[in-house]
């Protein structure tokens, strides 16, 4: 069974730099690509970050140059490094993996970014 857990979430103000975690269970983790999605009130869920097996990555524009998405194969972990946050990257953040089962999602983790 598919399992994504994130971890991390919060209040944070803005400028702050939290990092989110998502750890995996039921798959070859190592394997298989993993990205990061959010989804803000009233919007559709788009894609923040990804990370292939390879490690290769690609980010949203809006995140590009402060946000950092890393894997641990050893951990079955996918990060995000969220840097100088913004109000409007308050959301819900949610990891997801392709395997050729499925795409599989975690439960989310809230973010918000206020003062």
């Known amino acids: 069974q598919v399992q994504l857990v994130e971890s991390g979430g919060g209040l944070v103000q803005p400028g702050g730099s939290p990092r989110l975690s998502c750890a995996a269970s039921?798959?070859?983790?190592?394997?298989?690509?993993m990205g990061w999605y959010r989804q803000a009130p009233g919007k559709q869920r788009e894609l923040v970050a990804g990370?292939?097996?390879?490690?290769?990555?690609n980010y949203a524009d809006s995140v590009k140059g402060r946000f950092t998405i890393s894997r641990d194969n050893a951990k079955n972990t996918v990060y995000l490094q969220m840097n100088s946050l913004k109000p409007e990257d308050t959301a819900v953040y949610y990891c997801?993996?392709?395997?050729?089962?499925?795409?599989?999602w975690g439960q989310g983790t809230q973010v918000t970014v206020s003062s």
């Open positions: 997801n993996t392709l395997i050729p089962s499925g795409a599989y």
């Open positions: 990370i292939t097996s390879g490690d290769y990555t």
């Open positions: 039921g798959i070859i983790f190592s394997r298989y690509p």
